[in-house]
């Protein structure tokens, strides 16, 4: 979303009980939403298994089931993109508010979806077009979540709110683990490929709807009701203006988003589908080699 001009700035003051609500509702809508969009690489093993033939070889189930899982990620800049411009020009808590349901909606049919025995190659293509949207989701609300908090506050708060809503969404990542450490205790891997795999997802869309709900209680940022009143919304599109005036932040960017997504993706989500049930235990885990081709 466009730059706000100096003189919009909040004038110096301490953080009030509304900024302190502001905040936790962000926090807490931003985590139930990151959990719908890492939910799914915890279970990337069996989902690998209902949605893509049988006689498939298992290294390649999984890197296609990694690959759907990618593909949220792939779509994250086009969502961006797009909900930065009409978050610029319809308001910031309309955005905000639909990012989140396009998170609930797709999450929840992904636990309604029918398998691959059922309806063939019809179901990898709809768990894939659920991701698309997923991803597109969650790439309007990750910045767009850092520019309403971060004109809700005043400007020595900024780092504090934009923290706070970081918090939120690693915490989500922590809930999604926690969650299917639950169900992969309580139900055996055999009830797990049956059903219970369902679970996390129908839970998530639950989430994602509740947050809808209580994001009703937040308002409009000030920064963008003054620039409402005052007829100054931006007439070009937020990602032009960025490309123009702000290449090395971009660049910068980058490279850190890069090495955090490298640490949480490789070490935090994608270590349990490589990871196989003990033989002593089947509730034990240790993690062993994937069966690779001899060619690979």
């Known amino acids: 979303m466009t730059s706000v001009p100096s003189s919009l700035d909040q004038p110096a ?10 905040l936790s509702l962000s926090a807490l809508g931003g985590a139930l939403e990151f959990y ?3 939910i799914f690489v915890f279970f990337a093993t069996v989902v690998g298994k209902l949605f893509f033939p049988a006689d498939m070889p298992e290294w390649l189930r999984l890197m296609q089931t990694f690959g759907i899982f990618a593909a949220g990620y792939l779509a994250r800049p086009l969502g961006g993109i797009v909900m930065a411009h009409f978050g610029d020009l319809l308001g910031r808590k309309k955005m905000f508010t639909l ?6 909606v797709p999450t929840l049919i992904m636990g309604l979806l029918p398998t691959y025995a059922q309806i063939g190659m019809a179901a990898p293509i709809l768990l894939l077009l659920m991701r698309v949207i997923q991803g597109a989701a969650i790439g ?3 910045p767009g979540a850092w520019v309403f908090v971060s004109e809700h506050v005043p400007a020595r708060n900024t780092g504090f709110a934009c923290g706070t809503l970081t918090a939120g969404l690693t915490a989500g990542i922590l809930l999604g683990s926690l969650v299917a450490t639950l169900i992969n205790s309580v139900y055996t891997p055999e009830e797990v490929a049956d059903y219970a795999w369902r679970i996390p997802f129908l839970l998530g869309g639950v989430f994602g709807l509740f947050s809808v709900y209580l994001r009703r209680w937040l308002h409009e940022t000030p920064v963008f009701a003054e620039l409402q009143q005052r007829k100054a919304l931006a007439e070009e599109v937020p990602l032009r203006a960025v490309l123009r005036d702000h290449r090395g ?3 910068l960017s980058m ?7 490298a640490g949480i993706i490789v070490v935090i989500l994608m270590t349990r589908p490589y990871c196989r049930p003990s033989t002593a235990s089947p509730r034990a885990w240790r993690c062993r080699p994937t069966a690779w081709p001899s060619s690979c």
Not at 13 to 22: E, I, M, S
Not at 99 to 104: C, D, K, L
Not at 255 to 261: D, I, K, N, R
């Open 140 to 142: 309007g609300e990750v």
């Open 13 to 22: 003051r301490p953080l009030t009980r509304n900024d302190y609500k502001t």
């Open 255 to 261: 490279l850190l988003t890069w090495l955090l997504s």
């Open 249 to 251: 932040a971009i660049v």
């Open 36 to 38: 719908d969009f890492i």
């Open 99 to 104: 990012s989140i349901f396009m998170m609930a």
